[in-house]
């Protein structure tokens, strides 16, 4: 790709917040939708993790230079998956609006941009770039650091809306137990295969490591499958979860 950095722009785990890097905001402002990118990545022979860090220092340097401050950009590597899912490394990242994308655009495809790119495309190569809308429809614990966050491809059930599946999800959240996390939705917009099996994908963002535990004991020993069942299996269908470790190369610097 011309610019990998206009790669790391997931957004998916999912806000206007600045995807999955939410901190406190109005309940007004997590249900608006916000633009979401997200880029499928291979290491490049002979590169690995601490190359990927030394550029996504240097990417730092180059997008505090340019004033990018409304920016959430972070990586994710595969905890529990399948042989289906190969990548070694997904970037998921988001902006407050389409307005701030393209103005982040603009700078990336400048020729300084386009040099700092160039230094993405020695140590990863892409395979895919889609474009998502995302919604947080539960944010995740104030000052959250990283850590495990789960996918879901899902489809609506009959007569079903998106609105359903938010209700749904806000309902399993307040009513499962002991308070796991966050939960986003993702709509596919641009930059998918042409065929797709869902309607969106969920994600749960867990507090921590802890709470990835704990919510094994909820789901199965606990109300929490039932209430899974009650509320979000009503309104949608979804493959087996994926599990990964995500981290955060930039935070979105509040005003």
């Known amino acids: 790709m011309q610019h990998k950095r206009a790669r790391l722009l ?3 785990a999912l806000s206007t917040l600045a995807f999955l890097g939410a901190t406190a905001q109005t309940q007004a402002q997590q249900m608006q939708p916000a633009p979401v990118e997200l880029y499928v990545c291979n290491f490049v022979n002979g590169k690995g993790m601490s190359d990927l860090r030394a550029v996504n220092a240097q990417w ?6 340019q004033g990018i401050t409304n920016m959430f950009s972070s990586m994710y590597t595969p905890m529990f998956h399948s042989t289906d899912d190969s ?7 988001g902006w407050p609006d389409g307005a701030a994308l393209g103005a982040g ?10 040099r700092m790119g160039a230094a993405y495309d020695a140590v990863v190569k892409c395979s895919s770039h889609m474009y998502f809308s995302g919604v947080m429809v539960v944010p995740p614990a104030e000052g959250r650091d990283g850590g495990p966050i789960q996918f879901q491809d ?10 359903d599946a938010i209700d749904a999800i806000k309902a399993f959240s307040s009513g499962a137990g002991p308070k796991l996390g966050g939960f986003a939705l993702l709509q596919p917009f641009v930059g998918q295969p042409r065929k797709i099996d869902y309607d969106f994908k969920v994600v749960a963002i867990f ?3 802890q709470t990835m535990g704990n919510a094994f004991d909820v789901m199965l020993k606990g ?6 069942a009650s509320t979000i299996g009503k ?13 955060v190369i930039r935070r979105r610097k509040e005003s």
């Open 105 to 114: 655009y603009t700078r990336f495809y400048s020729p300084s941009g386009i």
């Open 207 to 209: 507090d921590s490591y």
């Open 60 to 65: 730092n340097k180059w997008a505090d230079e």
């Open 10 to 12: 997931y957004g998916a």
């Open 154 to 163: 899902c489809k609506l059930g009959e007569q079903r809306t998106v609105n």
């Open 223 to 228: 109300a929490g499958g039932r209430q899974a």
């Open 87 to 93: 990548p070694d490394v997904y970037f998921l990242d």
């Open 235 to 247: 309104v949608v269908s979804c493959d087996m979860p994926r599990i990964y470790n995500q981290i």
